[in-house]
């Protein structure tokens, strides 16, 4: 029977890898690409062209039971930002789309962790109820209602340049997967590098 899971970027990484929709090398770069440059790992992702902006929200619907309501289709309502720290929704990519009581509906742009949601709530004293977005339909409504342009995105004349990056070495995923998932990951091989985030993500393997 499928458990529960967190919401966390290792796990959706390792099942990416496992549906064999990304390569393990590419999803571990573009892993130490976010957690370096503050980019979001959805948007390397997309950006770099590793997956498709719906599919990937597709992926993350199936894996966590979540519904898909973009920005396209349910337009956010003023009231939802009431109170809410717009540089925190900026830096996330997350857009408040409406409020019931103590309970905030918020669009992710496909995923974000389950801390920032945790902290979000905790800050403003209510219940979050996240909801799948795209990454560029959430950029782009950023864009227009609270930043001129998105924090930590690349230019755009550097956009398409990460794929040099991910041809780069023979990086091995350092990554090993929690109790809170449902898929076995069999053996594989030695690291071929040494990786910073190796004590706090999961390993994935062939």
């Known amino acids: 029977m499928k458990r529960k899971q967190r919401?966390?970027?290792?796990?959706?990484?390792?099942?990416?890898?496992?549906?064999?929709?990304?390569?393990?090398?590419?999803?571990?770069?573009?892993?130490?690409?976010?957690?370096?440059?503050?980019?979001?790992?959805?948007e390397v992702l997309v950006t770099d062209g590793l997956i498709g902006d719906f599919d990937l929200a597709r992926v993350v619907s199936d894996l966590y039971s979540l519904p898909f309501l973009p920005v396209s289709v349910c337009?956010?309502?003023p009231e939802a930002m009431a109170g809410l720290d717009e540089a925190f929704?900026?830096?996330?990519?997350?857009?408040?789309?409406?409020?019931?009581?103590?309970?905030?509906t918020v669009c992710m742009p496909?995923?974000?962790?389950?801390?920032?949601?945790?902290?979000?709530?905790?800050s403003n004293n209510i219940q979050?109820?996240?909801?799948?977005?795209?990454?560029?339909?959430?950029?782009?409504?950023?864009?227009d209602h609270l930043a001129s342009e998105v924090p930590g995105a690349l230019p755009s004349e550097a956009v398409g340049d990460w794929s040099n990056i991910f041809d780069e070495g023979n990086a091995a995923v350092l990554m090993e997967l929690t109790g809170d998932e449902d898929v076995d990951v069999q053996d594989g091989g030695e690291?071929?590098?040494?990786?910073?985030?190796?004590?706090?993500?999961?390993?994935?393997?062939?």
């Open 7 to 42: 919401l966390d970027y290792a796990n959706l990484a390792e099942v990416l890898r496992q549906r064999n929709l990304v390569d393990r090398r590419r999803l571990s770069l573009a892993l130490q690409t976010s957690s370096q440059s503050a980019i979001p790992f959805p």
């Open 75 to 77: 337009t956010p309502q």
């Open 89 to 104: 929704l900026r830096r996330h990519r997350l857009i408040p789309l409406d409020r019931f009581g103590g309970l905030l």
């Open 110 to 122: 496909a995923i974000v962790p389950a801390d920032v949601l945790g902290t979000l709530a905790a």
């Open 128 to 143: 979050v109820l996240p909801v799948v977005g795209t990454v560029n339909t959430n950029n782009k409504w950023i864009e």
């Open 191 to 206: 690291p071929m590098f040494t990786d910073p985030l190796a004590d706090s993500l999961p390993q994935i393997e062939d």
